[in-house]
């Protein structure tokens, strides 16, 4: 896809890959939504530098898990734009839970996490689904994680809620078809600011040892599961239901 004068919302892009996804997308031209729950300020300064690249921006406020709320949004974006043509679903959130300590998934933390991170994307998807079928076809990109494919990750929830939306992302793609493309990007070990709040002072111990097993010897950036997005999005018209692991081949280390 051309990207000059298409439009698209990202959930979750005030910050890391939420953020280097949107400002991309304006740079290419397209109008963009930058979506955020709690890091208003953040989300308007991304607003403002997509501005500054000459495309139309604002910051919106919502609830990912709220269906209320991403029909509003959809239909504010739509309303401002006079289009939809990508969603890229990459709000996302977890609770950092050792996988054997059972009792301590509370039913509140499995709920928010699979609100936001299962939940959301369905929504997004539904609410959006008219506006991106309009112009010809458009993408949705969710932004899942290797958790959902090898059970390994922050906990027992967030595992699982990645493991439903690649599930989710294959039945979307067969419900939107043809007019949309529904992918999803699954991206390693980020270095980030997320993980390095929830792993503390086990950060940079983490990071080596999945460096030093991944076979490109690397992990993830923001900007590399960015590309990755841009990928699907600006590349071959017949991917879809497709789940591409981006994560320096750290899961196939003989």
Known sequence: MDLQGKAAIVTGSGTGVGRSTALALAERGCDVVVNYSRSESAAEQVAALARDAGVKSMAIKADVSDDAQCRAMVAEAVDSFGRLD???????????????????????????????????????????????????????????????????????????????????????????GPEVQVNTVCPGFIDGEWLRGGMGDSFDAIKARVEGNALLKAVCTPDDVRDAILAFVSGSKLATAQIMVVDGGAAHRM
């Not at 929830?157 to 439903?164: I, M, P």
């Open 86 to 176: 990508v969603l890229v679903n990459n709000a996302g959130t977890t609770s950092f839970i050792a996988h054997d300590n059972l009792e301590a998934m509370t039913a509140e933390a499995w709920d928010q996490i699979l609100g936001v991170n299962l939940k959301g994307p369905f929504f997004m998807a539904r609410a959006a689904e008219a506006a991106l079928k309009a112009d010809g076809g458009g993408h949705v990109v969710n932004v899942s994680s290797v958790a959902g494919v090898y059970g390994t990750g922050s906990s027992i929830a967030y595992c699982a809620s990645k493991a439903g939306l690649n599930n989710l992302t294959v039945t979307l793609a067969r419900v939107m």
